[in-house]
């Protein structure tokens, strides 16, 4: 089955520079790669999602990069904010079945102000 | 608010006892999602509805676990004689239909005492 591996797994940046998280996911039939943002007793929450005909996607200061030869892809959050502070997990599915997302073991995000 | 939700959002139970949770998916969302959360680890997918019909099972839903989607509205999660093991945050999701958007509730937390 698929395997997602996220990196790093924790992460402090200063407000309003850049964070980057990476993962990288084993099965090259995966086509789908939402990235998910999960504050403390909450559920997760998509923040922006890439399918495999595309490679790169913009939402304001959110960009997610793919890179199907190597299999990784990455979020990207600029000018960073205090609010930007939770888990993020990046999640890979496949198209044909349940579409069920396997999920990476999440990077803890901490903005210094 | 139209999201999905979940109920109880915390359970505590005693080693040996039966619990039930609920999912109520997005309205006209045919495709129901349960997943299961441990501390400090991405969530793990259990198992899947398409309109009433499960379809998919993961290995991790032992024998005592079982998922229910009657009118292929709401769900429910059932686990008999709980576990200690069992303890965890209990996830659902819901989508419109294939190759779409899962959206997540807040989820159930379960601790076995």
């Known amino acids: 089955g698929e395997n997602v591996e996220q990196h790093p797994s924790t992460l402090s940046v200063q407000e309003g520079d850049s964070a980057v998280i990476k993962c990288t996911y084993s099965?090259?039939?995966?086509?789908?790669f939402p990235w998910y943002k999960q504050e403390l007793g909450k559920g997760p929450q998509l923040i922006i999602d890439i399918r495999s005909n595309v490679g790169e996607k913009k939402d304001q200061r959110i960009a997610v990069t793919l890179n199907k030869t190597a299999k990784h892809f990455s979020l990207h959050i600029t000018e960073t904010q205090p609010e930007d502070s939770a888990v993020y997990f990046c999640a890979a599915s496949q198209p044909f079945g349940n579409e069920k997302l396997t999920f990476g073991t999440g990077t803890r995000l901490t903005i210094i102000p | 608010d139209t999201g999905v939700s979940q109920d109880p959002r915390h359970k505590i139970t005693k080693r040996g006892q039966n619990v039930t949770f609920r999912c109520d998916p997005i309205?006209?969302?045919?495709?129901l999602y349960w997943y299961r959360q441990t501390l400090g680890q991405g969530p793990e997918f259990l198992t899947y509805?398409?309109?009433?019909?499960?379809?998919?099972k993961s290995r991790l839903l032992s024998d005592r676990f079982s998922a229910e989607r009657p009118k292929g509205s709401f769900s429910t999660l059932e686990i008999q004689r709980t576990e200690q093991g069992d303890s965890a945050m209990y996830l659902c999701?819901?989508?419109?239909?294939?190759?779409?958007?899962?959206?997540f509730g807040p989820g159930t937390r379960l601790t076995v005492l």
């Open positions: 999701a819901s989508s419109f239909g294939t190759a779409d958007t899962q959206y």
């Open positions: 509805f398409q309109n009433e019909a499960q379809l998919e």
């Open positions: 099965d090259s039939a995966s086509n789908y």
């Open positions: 309205s006209e969302h045919n495709r």
